[in-house]
């Protein structure tokens, strides 16, 4: 299986348009170079511009709440406590891990005395090499650093519900910056003022929860699959753990808890067709929040499967995972090795209330759940969200524009369809549970806590993360560690993804 298992990079990379005839090539191989991605385009440079959004929006953060007064901290979350000048609960476990560890001066504490207006100011950033870099702000436009403080500013207003007066901030900010604008800086700002701006109308008038147009962000997380590496970790990772799972097994079923497209399963099927001992019988329950499309999706993975002469079944279920009234509804059949895959984004709730999955998942008894999670957390006060997602999305968009322009129509739609909808869960709607109810804060300590096993992530799993940033040239800066039994997939120093592999006690 250990030959075999490297195989499933093979073949794997033919595009599946939404909805359409899947062209198939078995002769694709991984391309060892950006250029050979035909859905990158460098700019005419040909450098990276140097991205020092995320890094200069993680230390403004911090000096703008060590600044606050102790009151307004408390009045938005008991959970905030000073230690050493240092706030834990929004600058330490919200915000995303960093891979490489930063220094700190001999004081331990910060500068106490940064004007954030004035784009001349240098602050100093230590590196994972024990010496520290000196940051220009200047080299982030002067409008841009206005921008951004004037968000801060106002994400402080609306947590301690001065409205009026974050209102007031939101009319100038949207005014000012534009989702098409030449900067990370100005887009961004744009798509956190306008889901701030849903915030304070929704506190208004009470909460809303957007109509979701599911083929329009299928189709953009797609484009978001071709032009960067962030999705394709996810499926290849998780493919290779379910890979494993899979030995020697001759009936297995894999449940997917939000298949969409079902755009990561075509390669897992190629080797499972190609094993030494035969292909096994797969059968997948997919679920989702649209039947025409679930079907849709189900009658292209049969059709594959057919190609490849491999006996499936697809069961579709438009139902989130969480509200099913037992576990029955998936149909489980006695004899076959059960999987289940989980890729978390904030696009939408797609998976109902946290305590009602993890019951299930018990229920369930799965040889492995394969599980793949963003960097950031949902729960805790609005001003805990709005650090974390801040700098969650500032190092996101710095990773699209190292070296797509400013005008290229695949990163406007991935930005204006994906990340902005995710960025509006969190911030207007309160993260993808709009009911109210409380999310894990990190689904591997839970699944932890509730008699699930860690599986680590083989060598074979590292193998193929490596490959696919091999599509990507290394001044992109994505970084990949692996540890703790994890993999972790990041740009520059900051972890955005995490993939693990889990098992229940009883199945093995």
């Not at 000196?134 to 994400?155: M, N, P, R």
């Not at 096994?280 to 025409?292: F, I, K, L, N």
């Not at 074979?460 to 994505?478: K, R």
């Amino acid at each position: 299986m250990m030959k075999g298992a490297f195989e499933v990079t093979h073949g794997a990379l033919s595009v599946i348009q939404p909805h359409e005839q899947w062209d198939y090539t078995l002769s694709v191989g991984y391309p060892t170079a950006a250029n050979s991605n035909p859905y990158l385009k460098p700019k005419a440079s040909g450098v990276p511009e140097r991205n020092e959004l995320s890094d200069w929006v993680e230390n403004v953060t911090r000096q703008l709440i060590e600044d606050l007064p102790e009151s307004s901290l408390q009045t938005e979350s008991s959970a905030i406590l000073y230690e050493d000048n240092t706030v834990p609960a929004l600058l330490g476990e919200l915000r995303p891990k960093k891979i490489a560890k930063r220094s700190h001066d001999s004081s331990g504490h910060g500068n106490n005395n940064v004007n954030f207006h004035d784009p001349n100011n240098v602050i100093g950033i230590g590196g994972g090499d024990n010496h520290t870099k000196q940051i220009s702000l200047s080299k982030l436009d002067e409008s841009g650093l206005c921008l951004i403080t004037l968000l801060l500013e106002c994400a402080v207003a609306i947590s301690v519900d001065n409205l009026g007066e974050a209102h007031r901030m939101l009319l100038e900010l949207t005014q000012m910056a534009s989702p098409y604008g030449p900067s990370c800086a100005e887009r961004i700002v744009a798509y956190f003022a306008k889901a701030m701006s849903s915030r304070v109308m929704n506190s208004w008038l009470g909460i809303c929860s957007p109509l979701v147009n599911y083929k329009n962000v299928h189709s953009a997380f797609q484009v978001f699959n071709n032009v960067s590496p962030y999705i394709k970790f996810a499926h290849f990772t998780s493919n290779q753990a379910i890979l494993e799972a899979f030995h020697r097994r001759d009936r297995v079923h894999i449940i997917d808890l939000d298949i969409m497209q079902g755009l990561q399963w075509p390669a897992l099927f190629h080797i499972l067709a190609t094993r030494m001992e035969g292909p096994p019988h797969v059968r997948m329950t997919g679920m989702g929040s649209s039947m025409e499309l679930l079907v849709d999706t189900g009658k292209q993975l049969s059709n594959f499967a057919k190609r490849l002469g491999m006996s499936f079944e697809f069961h579709p279920v438009a139902k989130k995972f969480g509200n099913l009234s037992d576990v029955s509804m998936l149909q489980i059949r006695r004899g076959e090795t059960l999987a289940v895959h989980w890729l978390q984004h904030s696009l939408y709730d797609a998976t109902g209330p946290d305590w009602k999955t993890m019951r299930l998942l018990q229920d369930l008894n799965p040889r492995v759940i394969t599980l793949v999670e963003q960097d950031i957390s949902h729960g805790g006060s609005f001003l805990d969200r709005f650090v974390g997602s801040l700098h969650f999305y500032s190092t996101i968009f710095d990773s699209l524009g190292a070296f797509m322009p400013s005008d290229d129509s695949n990163r406007h739609r991935v930005e204006h369809e994906l990340l902005h909808r995710e960025i509006n869960n969190i911030m207007a709607i309160g993260g993808p549970a709009r009911s109210g109810e409380e999310k894990f804060k990190h689904w591997r300590s839970e699944l932890a806590r509730n008699c699930f096993f860690q599986v680590p992530m083989s060598g074979n799993s590292m193998a193929q993360a490596q490959l696919i940033l091999n599509m990507f040239p290394p001044t992109h800066g994505y970084s990949l560690v692996q540890g703790d039994g994890t993999l972790r997939l990041g740009w520059k120093d900051t972890s955005l993804f995490t993939a693990s592999a889990w098992t229940s006690q009883g199945s093995c």
